[in-house]
């Protein structure tokens, strides 16, 4: 692996929470020189070449390591660190921990010899941690440059230099060198019968920028699954919500329906009994002359010659029968049934009038109770809906969703067993 590289920490100038002190005295230094002073010792001939070439003040270096340390392009220098097996198979006090030191041992002293364009100026063998590692610490730097002072700091041209030419992002100069040294570390612990287990967690020719686009490629697609996940969940959620909202809208729609029959109810029985009032106003206005047709009636009836005056001296029985008999029975008849015609027809008003007014009561009561009916299953539903959310909250989107899976399973396994028991009585018949 590589790393932002603490020569402070490496040489042990300060110890971290992980190390123990008592077996620093263990770790090997190859090597622990002042970075600067490498600087001088590979830049400040060519760097005086450049300046000297100036004739623009603001073009000249005063200090290389601080023009590349506070630029972008380069930095001052590069770490690698190297580790064998972990702290369960390799760890530094036990017998193989031994065995791995003494292969990176190895391994550190073919580096320089193997890359002589990387100017190690810190190494450092660590036997006071979990597990034996090493920290090597070196300044790329490339010679007969075009661009600037003549040598120069940059790791892809001394990586170029020792044959290591990139071709794709996934092939560049660094991820072909860092292959081929962890080759030669392969090498070395055959030699001590050790063998590269190639788990997958660094694959070869892999660098670490790449490696860890590759990991955070994965994360990315298992978020992805899981956002899909979420989503069918929500889907699941809205569905159940969205049909509990159309119960409810369908309820209160029932309701404002129930209400407004109930209104057109109470408005026909005000209506029917403000008719059924008049009609037995004029009940009572004909009652008088009903009473006295009657007693007409009976006067009629019992004493008829007392209605009709007496026969004149000269006027005979035919005469007297035509002109004042007969003239005023006709006008009793007729008297008789138009009271009794109007009597017969107020009744019978009154009587469907009271049929109407009764059932119009009657179906505003059954309206009211099933308005009562509706507003106490809304309410219901309303608690129902509540205790939903109230649930969601409490076991989690996810649990809950399984609930209502399985429920929906049960019951289509119900529906199914119902549909099977419906077939068997026809397949007795056939």
């Known amino acids: ?161 020792l044959g290591f030419r990139g071709g794709t992002r996934s092939e560049t100069e660094c991820s072909q060198w860092a292959a081929s ?74 309701i404002h329906s129930v209400q407004g029959g109930m209104e057109k109810s109470r408005n026909a029985a005000e209506k029917a009994r403000k008719q059924a009032e008049r009609y037995q106003k004029r009940m009572d206005e004909l009652a008088p002359m009903v009473e006295e047709m009657e007693r007409l009636a009976v006067r009629f009836s019992s004493d008829p010659e007392q209605l009709l005056p007496e026969i004149g001296a000269l006027e005979t029985g035919k005469a007297y029968r035509e002109k004042k008999a007969k003239p005023l029975v006709q006008k009793i008849v007729e008297v008789l049934r138009s009271v009794y015609g109007a009597y017969l027809d107020v009744s019978r008003k009154l009587d469907r009038l009271q049929r109407s007014y009764n059932q119009t009561v009657g179906e505003s009561e059954s309206l009211a109770r099933r308005f009562h009916e509706i507003r106490m299953k809304n309410l219901e539903l309303q608690e129902a809906a509540e205790g939903f959310e109230c649930l969601q909250k409490i076991l989690g989107r996810e649990e809950v969703r399984g609930m209502v899976q399985m429920e929906k399973q049960r019951e289509q396994a119900a529906e199914e067993r119902k549909r099977a028991e419906k077939r068997k009585p026809d397949r007795k018949a056939r």
């Open 181 to 254: 040294e962890k080759e030669q570390l392969a090498a070395v612990m055959r030699q001590h019968g050790v063998e590269w287990e190639k788990k997958g967690t660094h694959e070869k020719h892999l660098s670490v920028l790449d490696y860890e686009k590759k990991e955070r490629m994965k994360e990315v697609a298992e978020l992805e699954g899981r956002r899909k996940e979420l989503q069918s969940e929500n889907a699941s959620f809205q569905e159940v919500g969205e049909r509990l909202q159309k119960r409810l809208a369908g309820l209160e729609k029932e």
């Open 1 to 161: 692996m590589t790393g932002k590289g603490s020569v402070n920490h490496n040489s042990r100038k300060f110890h971290a929470k992980n190390t123990d002190p008592e077996r620093s005295p263990l770790n090997v230094a190859y090597c622990s020189e002042n970075i600067r002073d490498v600087y001088h010792e590979l830049f400040d001939e060519a760097v005086a070449r450049y300046n000297a070439k100036q004739t623009r003040s603001d073009r000249r270096i005063d200090d290389y390591y601080e023009k590349i340390r506070s630029g972008r392009q380069e930095k001052p220098f590069y770490e690698i660190i190297l580790q064998i097996g972990n702290k369960d198979d390799m760890g530094a006090e036990t017998e193989n921990g031994h065995l791995a030191a003494k292969i990176l041992d190895e391994y550190m002293r073919g580096f320089r010899q193997r890359n002589p364009t990387l100017r190690v100026f810190s190494a450092h063998l660590h036997m006071d941690e979990a597990t034996p590692h090493l920290h090597i610490d070196f300044v790329p730097y490339t010679t007969g440059s075009g661009r600037g002072p003549d040598t120069r700091v940059s790791l892809k041209k001394a990586l170029a230099a």
